[in-house]
């Protein structure tokens, strides 16, 4: 499901007045264009959440920071799909993959590269 915009700005809003801040118009456009390409919107109102309880920092979070604390970094997502590779390789059960993975693993010459 896609981010609501309305619901992404007042999410924002929320945030940056937590932090003594305010956000202009064009800002809230530019983060949501972003975010919005990135994550659903459960994940968006898992990482304005976690961002609301959880953030430490002076200033308002980047959109990469947003996009982390809902999916996590690239690394720890690479992580997650390699783990999901190797048993893949293992036991030879279905697994879902991203559509990176899959072209990863069709550059590599497939499963039996692994």
């Known amino acids: 499901m896609e981010i609501n915009q309305e619901t992404f700005s007042n999410d924002l809003a929320?945030?940056?007045d937590r932090l003594g801040a305010s956000i202009k118009t064009a800002t809230a456009k530019a983060y949501f264009e972003v975010v919005s390409e990135a994550l659903?919107?459960?994940?968006?109102?898992?990482a304005a959440a976690k961002m609301f309880l959880e953030y430490d920092g002076f200033k308002l979070p980047t959109p990469k920071q947003f996009i982390e604390a809902a999916i996590g970094t690239?690394?720890?997502?690479?992580?997650?799909?390699?783990h999901v590779l190797v048993e893949y390789s293992r036991?030879?059960?279905p697994c879902t993959i991203t559509a990176t993975a899959h072209r990863a693993l069709a550059h590599i010459g497939g499963m039996t590269a692994m």
């Open 91 to 93: 036991t030879q059960a």
């Open 74 to 82: 690239p690394e720890q997502r690479s992580q997650a799909e390699w």
């Open 14 to 16: 929320m945030i940056a």
């Open 40 to 46: 659903t919107a459960d994940q968006w109102e898992r």
